[in-house]
Nanobody, 121 residues
Framework: QVQLVESGGGLVQPGGSLRLSCAAS????????VGWYRQAPGKQRELVAS???????NYVDSVKGRFTISRDNAKDTVYLQMNSLKDEDTAVYYC???????????????WGQGTQVTVSS
């Protein structure tokens, strides 16, 4: 019904930047709250940043001042700009969106497949 596709991951040196994208497609009526999560090897998945339909944002303390979440509603896309990257930011990054579908107006959470971010010198 709805697909989320992340892109923009890769290998970057400490101090570098990456911009992740999460593009939604399918039977979308509206995209509500969206979150970027990450999971490092051997660790639990954690919420890194979130944005409401109205544009209100929230960040985990470890990325405040370095990461910025934004959305382009016309493109059904959410971004995560990551600056001043550190080794500990290495993880698979996933987006999660609460989507109201055109299928009888039902609302569900959807996950993307993830994109690998590796910060290493």
């Amino acid at each position: 019904q709805v697909q989320l596709v992340e892109s923009g991951g890769g290998l970057v040196q400490p101090g570098g930047s990456l911009r992740l994208s999460c593009a939604a497609s399918g039977r979308i009526l509206s995209i509500n709250d969206v979150g970027w999560y990450r999971q490092a090897p051997g660790k639990q998945r954690e919420l890194v940043a979130s944005i409401t339909s109205g544009g209100r944002t929230n960040y985990v303390d470890s990325v405040k001042g370095r990461f910025t979440i934004s959305r382009d509603n016309a493109k059904d896309t959410v971004y995560l700009q990551m600056n001043s990257l550190k080794d500990e930011d290495t993880a698979v990054y996933y987006c999660n969106a609460l989507v109201t579908t055109t299928l009888w107006g039902t609302t569900h959470y959807y996950w993307g497949q993830g994109t690998q971010v590796t910060v290493s010198s």
